[in-house]
């Protein structure tokens, strides 16, 4: 753990958000208990968290198998030529996107790696061809797509 964080949270705080990325769903007496302490104290400190954006929001993970849109693939995108309008054209794009999940700008030979969920190939495909293939800068696509999940986790290591 940085310095930083430790000058900035307690112990009870590290207690507090560790239980809440196992369990987002804990009323506040549940987490007071885990975390051995009363519940006043512990939602005044949930609220402070959240207003000082360490908790930034509360989400349910969903099986995306079960849904439909089990196919998950990992975009790396590289633009023709890049400035602050066409990157901010781009990230305009991919944020009006709900196929894509998460979107990363990277170093490297490419400049942006996007996680994309769709229901099969063919729906990539048009995916591609028909909402990424639209935007008149992007020079390259390179697809990488998952054979199996070993790991997905979400907590941040505290």
């Known amino acids: 753990m940085s310095s930083t964080l430790t000058e900035m949270l307690d112990s009870i705080d590290i207690d507090i958000l560790r239980a809440l990325q ?3 769903r ?6 007071a208990t885990k975390v051995h302490r009363s ?12 207003a000082q954006g360490y908790i930034s929001r509360y989400v349910a993970v969903l ?12 975009c790396q995108v590289k633009l023709r030529h890049i400035n602050r309008d066409i990157a901010s054209g781009f990230v305009s794009l991919v ?8 979107c990363y700008n990277v170093s490297g ?11 099969s190939m063919a ?18 696509i390179e697809s990488t ?3 199996s999940e070993i790991k997905r986790e979400y907590a941040i290591p505290l």
Do not use: C, W
């Open 109 to 119: 030979a490419f400049d942006y790696l996007l996680k994309i969920y769709a229901p």
């Open 63 to 74: 099986d995306a198998d079960k849904l439909g849109h089990g196919f998950v693939v990992f």
């Open 123 to 140: 729906d990539y495909r048009d995916f591609v061809l028909n909402k990424l293939g639209a935007f008149d800068f992007i020079g390259a």
């Open 145 to 147: 797509f998952v054979m």
């Open 26 to 31: 804990l009323s506040t007496r549940q987490l």
């Open 95 to 102: 944020k009006s996107l709900p196929e894509v999940t998460e």
């Open 22 to 24: 196992t369990d987002a």
């Open 39 to 50: 519940p006043t104290p512990v939602f005044e400190r949930l609220k402070r968290l959240e």
